[in-house]
């Protein structure tokens, strides 16, 4: 069998893979992001359970997996993808910054970031910040903030979507409680020069810069940032810990992001595709791959072979607690978060109001 790749940047990558698969030329492989599988299932050609030639059973994804790749790629009991690896989110901390505060530790819990933010973050006589105690609390000028916004949801136990996926519910109370709302405040309050947790705001440098420049104390991303930061700055004296969590939690939960290849539903070779994707996500196969590329295994019987990395320990181990939610659009749901963020941020709308029309707009989507 010959394998080529073909590398398409992130900007067309989409649109293009679609417009080619329409046109009967279309690759037999396509990597989909983790959320997408709402979104383009139709176009996918699952994995068949009673293939002798593959071998591979429903049963053996839910042993090999976790949890949150069986959410993602399967449905109905039909594989559509197989992972090679799961990131998630995870604290990014400069060392200096929290040793020269008397910040000991990395914070585990979000009351404990607070207080770390409060100590480091410097502030001058117009409210310019000249050291940021952490990236929080606008869109345009932080990586992947929406996808923090949603960590806090889930964490705070919002229901993005019903049972029956029919429709969006995150401005839903739970329990009587606002959850979502408050989700929604507490990450704009770090924007919020009226608030004591002030740290961040538009006129700040892009949240991945303002950290490898040594002005940020804390940022939320990605492990593939470790790489980044490396090259950018390697003398700079940063850790990585888990997502903090609410106090008092039981149950800990960060927010996934990947990508894992899926056989598209006009491929002319699916039974060879399928062989090549599961052996690349089988332990040997994975194992390389990661060894190549040190991102945070999805597998359960590879975590333990990170665990003790420095690095990609903390995003590692968070694999077994990693969680998304189902988007029927995620590009367009993406841009009302946007929306609603900044809607807070410029004073446009509440959060109560600001979350509620979040809600309906996701809704518009989902009922088309």
């Given at each position: 069998i010959k394998v080529t790749y073909r590398k398409i940047p992130i900007e067309n990558y989409e649109s293009e893979v679609i417009n080619a698969l329409a046109q009967g030329t279309g690759p037999d492989i396509w990597l989909i992001h983790n959320t997408w599988l709402a979104k383009h299932k139709a176009k996918l050609f699952p994995l068949p359970q009673n293939n002798k030639?593959?071998?591979?059973?429903?049963?053996?994804?839910?042993?090999?997996?976790?949890?949150?790749?069986?959410?993602?790629?399967?449905?109905?009991?039909?594989?559509?993808?197989?992972?090679?690896?799961?990131?998630?989110?995870?604290?990014?901390?400069?060392?200096?910054?929290?040793?020269?505060?008397?910040?000991a530790?990395?914070?585990?819990?979000?009351d404990e970031f607070n207080e770390a933010v409060k100590v480091i973050t410097q502030t001058g006589e117009f409210d310019e910040i000249s050291v940021s105690g952490a990236a929080m609390g606008t869109a345009g000028n932080i990586n992947r903030a929406v996808d923090i916004v949603y960590a806090l949801m889930l964490q705070s136990g919002v229901q993005m979507v019903d049972a029956e996926r029919s429709s969006a519910t995150f401005a839903r109370p739970q329990d009587n409680q606002p959850v979502g709302e408050v989700a929604l405040q507490f990450y704009t309050d770090f924007?919020?020069?009226?608030?004591?947790?002030?740290?961040?705001?538009?006129?700040?440098?892009?949240?991945?810069?303002?950290?490898?420049?040594?002005?940020?104390?804390?940022?939320?991303?990605y492990s593939h940032h470790i790489q980044t930061i490396l090259s950018k700055a390697p003398r700079l004296n940063f850790g990585t810990a888990s997502l903090p969590q609410i106090s008092g939690s039981n149950i800990a939960v960060s927010y996934a992001?990947?990508?894992?290849?899926?056989?598209?539903?006009?491929?002319?070779?699916?039974?060879?595709?399928?062989?090549?994707?599961?052996?690349l996500s089988s332990k040997e196969g994975a194992g390389k791959y990661l060894a190549q590329t040190s991102r945070p295994?999805?597998?359960?019987?590879?975590?333990?072979?990170?665990?003790?990395?420095?690095?990609?320990?903390?995003?590692?181990?968070?694999?077994?607690?990693?969680?998304?939610?189902?988007?029927?659009?995620?590009?367009?749901?993406?841009?009302?978060?946007?929306?609603?963020?900044?809607?807070?941020?410029?004073?446009?709308?509440?959060?109560?109001?600001?979350?509620?029309?979040?809600?309906?707009?996701?809704?518009?989507?989902?009922?088309?």
């Open positions: 030639s593959l071998n591979y059973k429903f049963v053996n994804f839910q042993n090999d997996f976790v949890d949150a790749a069986l959410d993602d790629l399967t449905d109905n009991g039909q594989i559509y993808a197989l992972p090679a690896y799961i990131d998630t989110l995870g604290l990014f901390y400069n060392r200096d910054l929290l040793n020269s505060s008397g910040v530790l990395p914070p585990s819990t979000w924007s919020n020069s009226n608030k004591e947790i002030y740290s961040w705001n538009n006129d700040m440098h892009y949240s991945i810069d303002a950290f490898y420049e040594g002005s940020t104390a804390m940022m939320i991303n992001s990947y990508w894992a290849p899926a056989v598209t539903l006009g491929s002319e070779n699916p039974e060879a595709a399928w062989k090549f994707l599961i052996y295994a999805a597998r359960r019987d590879l975590i333990d072979t990170q665990r003790n990395d420095p690095n990609l320990g903390p995003f590692a181990l968070q694999s077994l607690s990693a969680k998304s939610w189902y988007q029927i659009d995620p590009g367009g749901i993406e841009k009302i978060f946007v929306e609603m963020i900044e809607d807070v941020n410029f004073g446009r709308s509440l959060p109560r109001e600001a979350i509620q029309n979040a809600e309906d707009k996701v809704n518009v989507l989902m009922q088309r």
